[in-house]
């Protein structure tokens, strides 16, 4: 079995964890396909097995990979998604980070999880992404995102008019600093924040969602995911910010955009005994009531 690891970087007290998982490989001779710049970095305080190879990019993937560990918290697992592409390779995320939504398990789980992979006792989770389509060449080879598509003014630029369309039919112009596209999947991200609704994992739709918005009455709404939602921005600054998960590219207002379904998408796994509800009590204190 192969298996890669990915991660941004660790702090010094989480060596401990990492070389528990390395052990854990090697009992099992599991052969750990590693990031490079990772490795370069601990190299010399972790034992890794002697099986192990290395990968820098997409290109040095392979689909004899047969999960991706992501070491970190939700934004690590947003940047093995760009790794992982289209190749079907599922992620398991094991939380360094702080919260841990998306990477739901923790670090003292790292034993269990493994033995999960060997068992095959893990459950797959398809999560849908979103697919941005424009004039103008943004975000390379990965115009895709797990959590959300969205548009922002720029800086301390005035509110931006944002004309949207489902299907070519007008849907409404929002007045407001800008504009979230979700996934179900990212119903609980930034969506959340800006007032819009949880959605499960696996509803097909996505969630359109206004930030700070100069209206009263509009509200966020929710629509089948295999509609086209495409955008007009007007504003007083000749260009805004264009945001595809944390990555983000400045546009000018003239560009032409639009967001549909991606074509593929991701498998996430997670232990038996996480599942969604749980996870929203846990991490977000869904339904928490001292009374009770």
């Not at 992979?117 to 103008?136: A, K």
């Not at 991200?189 to 206004?210: H, K, R």
């Amino acid at each position: 079995m192969r298996i890669g690891i990915y991660t941004r970087g660790i702090e010094l007290n989480q060596l401990q964890d990492v070389q528990m998982l390395m052990d854990e490989l090697a009992i099992h001779r599991i052969t750990p396909v590693v990031y490079r710049p990772f490795y370069e970095q601990i190299r010399d305080k972790v034992r890794f097995p002697d099986t192990m190879e290395h990968f820098e990019t997409f290109y040095d993937l392979d689909e004899q990979i047969e999960c991706f560990i992501s070491l970190g918290g939700d934004g690590t697992l947003l940047d093995t998604v760009t790794l992982v592409r289209d190749k079907k390779i599922p992620i398991l995320g094991i939380n360094f980070g702080r919260l841990g939504f998306l990477a739901g398990i923790g670090r003292e789980e790292v034993t269990t999880a493994v033995a999960s992979l060997i068992n095959r006792t893990y459950v797959l989770d398809r999560r849908t992404l979103i697919h941005l389509d424009s004039d103008e060449s943004l975000f390379g080879e990965i115009p895709y995102a797990l959590n959300e598509f969205a548009i922002h003014k720029k800086d301390t630029s005035p509110m931006i008019k944002i004309h949207t369309y489902l299907n070519g039919a007008f849907l409404n112009t929002y007045w407001a600093d800008g504009l979230i596209v979700a996934t179900a999947t990212g119903s609980t991200g930034y969506n959340l924040s800006c007032n819009g609704p949880v959605i499960f994992p696996d509803a097909e739709d996505f969630v359109i969602t206004p930030v700070a918005p100069h209206n009263l009455n509009v509200r966020p709404i929710v629509v089948p995911n295999h509609n086209i939602i495409s955008f007009e921005v007007e504003g007083r600054s000749d260009q805004f910010i264009c945001v595809l998960d944390a990555r983000k590219e400045v546009v000018s207002r003239q560009v032409q955009l639009a967001v549909k379904k991606e074509s593929f998408s991701i498998n996430l796994l997670r232990l038996n005994e996480n599942d969604f509800l749980q996870t929203l009590r846990s991490k977000l204190s869904w339904g928490f009531d001292k009374r009770n």
